[in-house]
C-alpha cells in the first residue's frame, strides 16, 4: 500500500479587507494517489501541532479544512483526533487519485499578520 502526494501546498496571503472576511480556497491544491492492491482502505488527515507564528500569535486548527474537489463536505483539522477524509470498501483499480481543494474560514481581524505554518500529516489504512 502507497500513498504519494503530488503538487505543493498553497499560500494563503491576507492583503485586503475582503482576504479577512471570505474564506480561502485553493481549488485542486493537491494531489493524492492511492495503491492499495485493489483493497479497500481509509485516508485519516491531522495536523501535527499548533499553527503558530514565530510571535507565539496562534490560529485554531479548526480554521483549516481539506475536502476532495467538487465535494461539499469539509474535514477540519486537528491535532488531537485523526479526522476521516476518504473510506472505500472495495477499490477495483491498483491506483485512486483524489484531488484536494484546501480551505481557510475567514479570520476577520483576530489575528496577527505573519506567516502560520500547518504541517498537515496523512494516514493510510487498509479496510
Not at 481549488?27 to 507565539?56: E, F
Not at 486537528?78 to 473510506?87: M, R
Not at 483524489?98 to 496577527?112: A, E, G, M, Q, R
Request: negative net charge; charged residues 20%; hydrophobic residues 30%.
Amino acid at each position: 500500500m502507497s500513498l504519494d502526494i503530488i503538487g505543493t501546498p498553497p499560500d494563503f496571503n491576507y492583503n485586503t479587507i475582503s482576504d479577512y472576511e471570505t474564506p480561502k480556497i485553493a481549488n485542486n491544491a493537491i494531489r493524492i494517489d492511492v495503491d492499495t492492491k485493489k483493497t479497500g482502505y481509509q485516508i485519516y488527515i491531522r495536523s501535527d501541532g499548533p499553527i503558530k507564528t514565530s510571535s507565539g500569535q496562534s490560529i485554531p486548527e479548526s480554521k483549516f479544512g481539506i475536502r476532495i474537489h467538487n465535494t461539499i463536505q469539509v474535514v477540519p483539522l486537528s491535532s488531537t483526533n485523526d479526522a476521516l477524509l476518504i473510506s472505500l470498501d472495495k477499490n477495483d483499480k491498483d491506483v485512486e487519485s483524489y484531488y484536494l481543494d484546501f480551505i481557510v474560514s475567514p479570520l476577520y481581524y483576530d489575528y496577527d499578520p505573519g506567516s502560520y505554518i500547518v504541517n498537515i500529516l496523512f494516514t493510510l489504512t487498509k479496510n
